[in-house]
């Protein structure tokens, strides 16, 4: 079975057992899942204070929390030394696997010097 995110339908579950006064661990193996995601959802998403669980709330937080879900700053931007770099050897008709392997060359101890080929086909396409 692979991994699935909890859909609304489920929080609705989750909360009539809670309502009904069932175990976390009875709530889960009614939805077959694991219970430490039943108790992290209830634990996440109850209200401070009173531990009332709130199944529309909760879905909305999730699909905010995954759309801010981000891996973190991009190394190539627009006006940064590094991209101006890249963008001469390009102009020069270098490959992005031929800029990445150079940058790789040039500081290979300074990781924030250096970017995968990806990278560039990604900043190009942004």
């Known amino acids: 079975m692979g991994f699935s ?15 009904e006064r069932l175990s976390l661990r009875a709530i ?6 694991d219970p430490s995601t039943v108790s992290r959802e209830v634990g996440r998403n109850a209200f401070p204070g009173s531990g009332r669980y709130d199944p529309c709330g909760a879905f909305f937080a999730a699909l905010a929390r995954r759309r801010d879900a981000r891996r973190g700053l991009r190394k ?17 008709g270098w490959s992005p696997m031929q800029i990445a392997g150079r940058l790789r060359r040039m500081s290979p101890e300074d990781r924030p010097g250096t970017v995968c080929h990806e990278s560039i086909y990604v900043a190009l396409y942004a």
């Open 76 to 92: 190539l931007m627009l006006g940064m030394p590094l991209f101006t770099c890249v963008i001469g050897h390009l102009r020069e």
């Open 28 to 33: 889960a193996r009614r939805l077959n899942r």
């Open 5 to 19: 995110h909890l859909g609304y339908v489920e929080r609705l579950e989750i909360a009539d057992g809670l309502r």
